[in-house]
């Protein structure tokens, strides 16, 4: 089966967002309030300071057993390594562009990963083929700022941090055998220590598990709910 789900350029998610404004790790605010209904016909069903949910009406869930995960687009805060290099005065602790995407690419094989594990703990087969029985989760986690990222330069670098950065997921659920879109997630999360600690690439991993294990176990909740599975 051919899937031709329509994909989405940067720009359209970042409108679609507009419910939601993450300025800093320790700021998650509401902006404009979202429409009540999308563009393609969504009615909104959850508004808050952190989450915005559209849900097809009609839309039923019970007949997925199973799930197919695309890929993940990641895509960092506007001028976000702009501005964390104003702010580093050695060129050897600047975040280059290969960086940015080594970043990138960790992200979106760790969001792999964690949500592939949190969703066969919860009774839902992880799939890369489309049948009716499959619901396709297509996933994008944009608005990425890192506090301190360790971009592996020579020398000692050390960075003590209460926060190691924020985003915001954006999930479309679809049908895959009609190619339809059935609701649409968008929840903005920052990292919150409860103390200071030294920041690298473990410990920025860390926190960003802590937060895709939250997304994660939040859809398997809502997707069993909505299935009527106690």
């Not at 005065?89 to 990963?113: H, I, T």
């Not at 592996?152 to 926060?163: A, C, E, F, L, R």
């Not at 609701?183 to 600690?197: G, I, S």
């Amino acid at each position: 089966m051919k899937l031709s789900i329509p994909l989405r350029p940067l720009g359209v998610l970042i409108t679609l967002c507009a419910g939601l404004t993450l300025t800093s790790p320790s700021d998650v605010s509401a902006a404009e309030p979202p429409p009540q209904v999308s563009k393609d016909g969504l009615q909104l069903k959850t508004h808050t300071k952190q989450r915005v949910v559209y849900v097809k009406p009609g839309a039923t869930f019970n007949q997925y057993n199973r799930v197919m995960i695309l890929d993940c687009y990641v895509e960092m805060q506007k001028d976000w390594q702009r501005n964390y290099n104003a702010n580093v005065g050695d060129p050897s602790r600047q975040v280059g562009d290969q960086d940015v995407q080594r970043m990138k690419n960790a992200l979106a094989a760790e969001f792999k990963k964690v949500f592939t594990t949190q969703l066969q703990k919860g009774g839902y087969q992880v799939t890369n083929a489309p049948a009716p029985d499959v619901l396709l989760l297509r996933p994008a986690i944009i608005d990425v700022q890192v506090t301190a990222p360790d971009i592996m330069s020579s020398g000692m670098d050390v960075n003590v941090i209460t926060s190691a950065g924020s985003g915001t997921f954006y999930l479309e659920l679809w049908d895959p055998s009609t190619n339809t879109i059935l609701a649409r997630v968008l929840d903005a999360q920052a990292d919150q220590q409860p103390f200071a600690r030294q920041a690298n690439s473990i410990t920025n991993r860390q926190a960003a598990d802590i937060i895709l294990t939250r997304w994660a176990d939040d859809l398997v909740r809502h997707l069993d709910a909505v299935r009527g599975k106690t």
